[in-house]
């Protein structure tokens, strides 16, 4: 009986069988890499909570501007200068989806959107809280209604005066989050948060001189 012989193998085969070989085991490792990389980055998270100043400031910063996007969507629908029409929809867009950063990451974390607490997290710079338990550069209730009876000229001094009144309560958070937020993303939002309503500010103090008006003293 005769030995059967296999058919030869083309040389070019033999280094194309080499080539898969070795592409597979570089698949193989880059996959196992990557399963790496998100077993580890998924564990540290899970075991790596957020502090105390990631939830105080992302809970008093979302009243805070809770406040502020009334404020503005009145404005926004009542006023009759242009200019401060689109401010006003500026403010309450921004603050808008930042309350929903915010209010996402208290889910996230399984924090209530309520501080019990406020103002807590900032430890011994502790800000004063303000008259009926308002953070510092909230208008009271009688003010709400004021801005919320006025049209006209009247209407836009007074939201002005309490807009800047309101961000200059608001900017010793951001800044102490900056500081001291865990959280990079925290501390992202707040340094955010620090460069828009410093312009504001500027902005609307100088729309505040042209109409002839000056603003309230800053929170203490």
Do not use: C
Not at 127 to 137: H, R, S, Y
Not at 207 to 219: E, V
């Amino acid at each position: 009986m005769s030995e059967s012989v296999a058919p030869p193998v083309p040389a070019g085969g033999a280094g194309l069988r080499r080539t898969l070989v070795v592409v597979m085991a570089v698949a193989v490792l880059a996959l196992a890499g990557t399963a790496g990389w998100l077993i580890g980055n998924g564990s540290s998270s899970g075991t790596s909570g957020p502090s105390a100043v990631d939830v105080g400031f992302a809970q008093d910063m979302s009243t805070h501007h809770v406040q502020a996007i009334t404020m503005a969507a009145y404005e926004r629908d009542n006023t009759t200068d242009s200019a401060l029409k689109v401010l006003a929809f500026d403010i309450e867009s921004s603050q808008n989806f930042q309350v929903g950063e915010m209010q996402g990451w208290l889910d996230e974390w399984g924090k209530s959107r309520n501080n019990p607490q406020p103002m807590a997290w900032m430890g011994d710079q502790h800000m004063v809280m303000g008259a009926g338990g308002l953070m510092p550069g909230m208008a009271t209730p009688a003010q709400m209604n004021k801005l919320e009876a006025l049209h006209g000229k009247a209407l836009d001094v007074l939201f002005l005066q309490l807009m800047i009144h309101h961000h200059q309560g608001g900017l010793p958070m951001a800044r102490y989050a900056v500081a001291h937020a865990k959280d990079a993303s925290v501390r992202a939002l707040a340094g955010a948060m620090i460069s828009a309503q410093s312009a504001e500010i500027i902005q609307m103090e100088q729309t505040l001189r042209a109409l002839g008006a000056s603003s309230l003293p800053p929170p203490s």
